[in-house]
């Protein structure tokens, strides 16, 4: 199959997650709404209602039902799939450390979105953020196209026999779950053949019984979690591999981290998720008005691509991070600024700011970005910069 033999299509995020779903020939779906995620789980439906899709829909009564039906179908052996935001992924927190305990493959789709109370439906990544450390691998999308291509990429990851973690996708609600742009999905010849149905997981068997999930002692639990430590920096690896195997079958590949006129800049903005757009016309507006600046997006969050973002940043003389979630309490107060701050910030001699900005899908601008981009210009050689978080947009500030 060639490329000029697939259709673009104009979808949404939303809809280019179903599509990957049916091209991966996902088994088993569980089906719970919540806005902006609800129009995947619908699509999904549809397509298994018109026989695109030979899967079992589970209808549930909650988030935390979802996860947990999945994990039974996982431990039975099936490719398995779910979405959801917002309350609703917190509300499954709790079996989501099941999944990756259990080193189970499975795949769901998150639709960022803010955190109540006070209650938001709009976007932010206040719900990504507090499931972080839950011990599955990460990717933050930034269009329908790589909604489309990191789910399909997702299970291949997943099933890795070396990682056997599970893996979300992530977007921005409603700005790009409701947004339709063109796409070109693959096909599920090529989906396949990039991430081909293997059974490399341990699964509940009758003909070869096997325990799972059970009690363990103190003795040996320290072993299991430390294996999960060993799975994600092969997952890492693995990421790295899958981005040169996604060019080759798809044509497409994103790196773990995107740049934008970085080579020869002296301050940038690091931003994820839908704002990368802007980003970049804000670079090149800042670099109109003189200030040479440069950008970079984080694609993949868990596990951190820190190689990637240390070699990009060298020469660059302070990094503006663009926060869309609060760690409370915490200097910066930014949680990938804090973790930057913690991993590279000193050991590339620079100056990095914390910016919070867009909570409960407040809207930033391209000027709003080339604002802070040439603003990072003040900070220059500011050393302790970073304890200090600019909560940019905030009314009566």
């Known amino acids: 199959m060639t490329l000029a033999s697939t259709r673009v299509k104009v979808a949404t995020a939303n809809e280019a997650a179903a599509e990957a779903v049916k091209d991966v020939d996902v088994d088993v779906v569980a089906i719970y709404p919540i806005t902006p995620q609800t129009t995947v789980v619908e699509k999904i439906a549809e397509f298994v209602a018109n026989g695109d899709l030979d899967a079992e829909l589970i209808y549930v009564e909650s988030e935390h039902s979802a996860m947990s039906a999945l994990i039974g179908a996982s431990a039975c052996g099936a490719r398995a799939f779910t979405s959801t935001s917002s309350q609703g992924l917190i509300y499954m927190h709790e079996v989501l450390h099941i999944a990756s305990g259990m080193r189970l493959p499975l795949v769901m789709c998150v639709a960022m979105r803010a955190l109540s109370a006070p209650i938001s439906i709009w976007n932010d990544h206040s719900d990504l953020m507090s499931v972080r450390d839950s011990g599955w691998v990460i990717y933050v999308a930034s269009s329908a196209q790589e909604v489309y291509d990191t789910t399909v990429m997702a299970y291949r990851l997943a099933e890795d026999p070396e990682v056997l973690l599970p893996v979300m996708v992530a977007y921005d609600g409603f700005i790009a779950s409701h947004t339709a742009e063109p796409f070109e999905p693959a096909g599920r010849e ?49 990421a790295r591999e899958l981005e040169r195997a996604a060019q080759r079958v798809l044509g497409r590949s994103y790196g773990l981290i995107e740049t934008y006129k970085i080579e020869d800049a002296d301050v940038a903005l690091l931003v994820m998720g839908s704002y990368w757009d802007n980003a970049r016309l804000a670079v090149d507006e800042a670099r109109r008005r003189g200030t040479r600046a440069g950008a970079l997006r984080l694609r993949l969050y868990r596990p951190f691509p820190l190689e990637e973002l240390e070699r990009a940043l060298r020469g660059v003389s302070v990094l503006g991070v663009v926060d869309r979630a609060i760690s409370y309490g915490a200097r910066p107060s930014g949680p990938i600024a804090l973790e930057i701050a913690a991993s590279i910030g000193r050991r590339l001699d620079l100056s990095l700011v914390s910016i919070v900005a867009g909570l409960g899908q407040r809207t930033v601008t391209v000027e709003d970005l080339t604002e802070l981009a040439v603003s990072l210009e003040n900070a220059r050689g500011a050393r302790d910069a970073h304890l200090v978080t600019r909560f940019y947009g905030v009314r009566g500030l």
Not at 191 to 218: Q, V, Y
Not at 219 to 231: D, L
């Open 190 to 238: 090529r989906a396949l053949e990039l991430s081909p149905k293997r059974r490399t997981w341990s699964r509940l068997d009758p003909d070869s019984p096997i325990t799972m999930g059970t009690i363990t002692s103190p003795e040996y639990y320290y072993e299991f979690k430390y294996q999960q430590v060993v799975a994600m920096e092969k997952a890492l690896e693995k």
